[in-house]
């Protein structure tokens, strides 16, 4: 089991860059995917960015690809996602997930940190 814990969101205005972090509390990340999703008011939560922990590259949503970028410190056992030219649409509560590498469940799940993208 693998206790996260996300912070780095806020208030953003169109444009701008956030860079989100997700601590993990697991002896290792080695065993792990690591993912991040976003639910809007009113929409479903979808996979934003993810990334295995033993390398590899990375998949993002069409939505974010090449401004968005998942990365992991395996030595600090933290996930990140650096996102630039945030947009509008953006703006959502975002989540850091893991699951065992291989498996379809995502079983791990932070509380979400909000990100704002206004003018």
């Known amino acids: 089991q693998v206790q996260l814990v996300e912070s780095g969101g806020g208030l953003v205005q169109p444009g701008e860059s956030l860079r989100l972090s997700c601590a993990a509390s697991?002896?290792?990340?080695?065993?792990?995917?690591m993912g991040w999703f976003r639910q809007a008011p009113g929409q479903e939560r979808e996979l934003v960015a993810a990334r295995s922990s033993r390398g590899g590259p990375a998949a993002y949503a069409e939505s974010v690809e090449g401004r968005f970028t998942i990365s992991i410190d395996n030595a600090k056992k933290s996930v990140f996602l650096q996102m630039n030219a945030l947009k509008p649409e953006d703006t959502a509560v975002y989540f850091c997930?893991?699951?065992?590498?291989?498996?379809?469940?995502?079983?791990?799940w932070g509380q979400g940190t909000q990100v704002t993208v206004s003018s």
């Open positions: 697991t002896r290792s990340l080695t065993y792990y995917t």
């Open positions: 997930a893991a699951k065992v590498a291989g498996s379809t469940d995502w079983t791990n």
